[in-house]
């Protein structure tokens, strides 16, 4: 069982090695696809009013459980 294991983590490691060295070399397409990808983070709203309002839900949320535990912690003084 020892040896199974031992192979197999030499052959995970040899793997994950062979993963990092295929990033490396980026051709034509992969550029251009980051480039796309930029744009579009360039012309998409990093928030929509939609987005804006969950944060202010969110907001208010947070606010009505800090009152509610402030309150209960007066009432138990």
Do not use: W
């Not at 995970?12 to 579009?40: H, R, W």
């Not at 998409?44 to 309002?53: K, R, S």
């Amino acid at each position: 069982m020892r040896t199974f294991g031992k192979a197999a983590l030499a052959a995970i490691f040899a793997s994950s090695a062979l993963l990092a060295a295929c990033d490396a070399n980026d051709g034509p397409v992969e550029d251009a696809g980051e480039k796309v990808d930029k744009a579009v983070e360039n012309i998409t709203p990093d928030q929509g009013p939609m987005e804006e309002m969950g944060e202010d839900m969110d907001n208010a949320y947070d606010s009505a459980e800090e009152s509610a535990e402030d309150m209960k912690d007066a009432a138990q003084q």
